[in-house]
């Protein structure tokens, strides 16, 4: 999707390894978002930072970081991933609403 | 926990026909949005209806909104195969804590077959 961009595209990790996931966007939005993608669940919030400098936490932080870099840059950091952190992750970024996501990264624990 | 519950959670019809697909909520809403989403890609914003209009519309688009049944449904006329996907709907509650927060539901697999 034309604006945000997230990398990597694919990652497998061995478990208790740690990864920082990308998200960058050029739309000059305020509040960027970070969501995972479970099967039969939908989206679920884990992060989001409103305006540059603040974050907040949504409905499943736990096991997950983030730092709001500048006003483009977003990212989300596993410490030490668990088999439970297998997902499709999303970032999302918009002024209020709607938001615009990346294609996700798609990511693995063994 | 999810705020939206889609149904039906997929849907199978020939190109031509309509579709519809419903999305309960459970919270008052500043508003509710609709997104699609094709297999292995992100979500695509597709109409927003605020919690004061009861329709819209967009191209083949049809949105409605019941607040006081907390509902909402997208209807998909002339329907295309290329319209195969995931649909979304989602919810920005109103106020407080809840700023900015969009909560998704389960999603609805339409498939169009040619």
Redesign the interface.
Known sequence: ?AG?TQTPKFQVLKTGQSMTLQCAQDMNHN?M?W?RQDP??????IY?S?SEGTTDK??VPNGYNVSRLNKREFSLRLESAAPSQTSVY?C?T?L?????????TRLTVT | SQQGEEDPQALSIQEGENATMNCSYKTSINNLQWYRQNSGRGLVHLILIRSNEREKHSGRLRVTLDTSKKSSSLLITASRAADTASYFCATLNAGGTSYGKLTFGQGTILTVHP
């Open positions: 999707n945000v509040s978002y969501y039969g669940m939908g989206l679920r919030l989001y409103a949504g409905e999303f999302g918009g209020y609403s709607p938001l615009h996501f990346g294609n996700g």
